[in-house]
């Protein structure tokens, strides 16, 4: 008999649907006009000749885009669709569907308005260029889904380069949220932060912020793993965030795989 379960236990059905409403929609998201044009004054008011006075006021001002805009209210989602959900490499085109989920996400939670940037290109150097000639548009930056560990060189080029939000979703919209997870448990279980063997499997993008977050909110025993095992100090294979990590919360030097690092653990 032919089963109707798909990964994770998730009904094929749910699949098909999900084929079919992106297909019926022809994506998820639009743009919608926050004003009415009925007529020609309208039209004048929204348009030309009226829309030339907001214009000189922020020529004069750049700061006054936000008040005659919508930039303040506008986010970028970037991915070059090297690292899409659990989907890995699969390119800018097939990262859309996702993007354009963020958007909605941004919109229905939150009520920004979000707009997806696909980039077809990996260049990191590129994608820092790309996103700052377009910043005057948006408010904020939401990276999205980009492999690591270019991840960590396109946040830190465009904090550097650019006056708004850079936010990567991957790492900083992860941690917040295993950062409240653990707030509770803790509550829970009457432990206090510093004191808790923590460990994390995992070295990329999510680890490193969670790892960050922690260690700022008071953690101090913490070990992470790769898919080699513990992370340490003296590994000269790792990348220079995998050092960083190691020097920072493997002040024992443990060595050993998952199984070893979860000897005693508290959080995993």
């Known amino acids: 008999m032919k089963s109707n379960v798909g990964i994770g236990g998730i009904s094929l059905g749910l699949y098909e649907e999900a084929l079919d409403l992106h297909r019926q929609a022809q994506g998820k998201i639009a743009v919608n006009s926050k004003v009415s044009v009925n007529n ?31 930039r303040g209210n506008l986010v970028a989602v ?19 569907p996702v993007m354009e989920g963020k958007a909605i996400l941004f919109k229905n939670f939150a009520d920004v308005d979000a707009f997806p940037l696909c980039l077809d290109t990996k260049d990191v150097d590129e994608i820092v260029e790309t996103v700052s000639k377009v910043a005057p548009t948006f408010g904020g930056v939401n990276l999205e889904d980009i492999s690591g560990p270019r991840c960590f060189e396109i946040e830190s080029k465009l904090k550097a380069k650019l006056d708004i939000p850079i936010f990567h979703d991957d790492q900083h919209g992860t941690a917040v949220v295993c950062f409240a997870g653990l707030i509770n448990a803790l509550k829970i279980s009457g432990k206090k932060i510093g004191e808790v063997k923590i460990v994390i499997n995992g070295a990329g993008a ?44 493997n002040n024992r030097c443990e060595e050993g795989d998952l199984t070893h690092a979860l000897r005693n653990a508290d959080v995993f």
Do not use: Q
């Open 40 to 70: 020609s004054r309208d039209l004048s008011l929204a348009y030309s000749p009226g829309v030339a006075e907001p214009c000189k006021v922020i020529a004069n001002n750049s700061e006054e885009v936000f008040t005659y805009t919508n």
């Open 206 to 249: 999510a680890g490193h912020s969670i790892t960050n977050l922690l260690w700022t909110a008071g953690a101090r025993n913490i070990l992470i793993c790769d898919r080699k095992g513990i992370l340490t100090p003296n590994n000269c294979t790792n990348n220079k965030y995998k050092l960083e990590l190691a020097a920072l919360t």
């Open 78 to 96: 970037v991915s070059d669709g090297t690292a899409v959900l659990g989907l890995g490499d699969i390119g800018p085109y097939a990262a859309m």
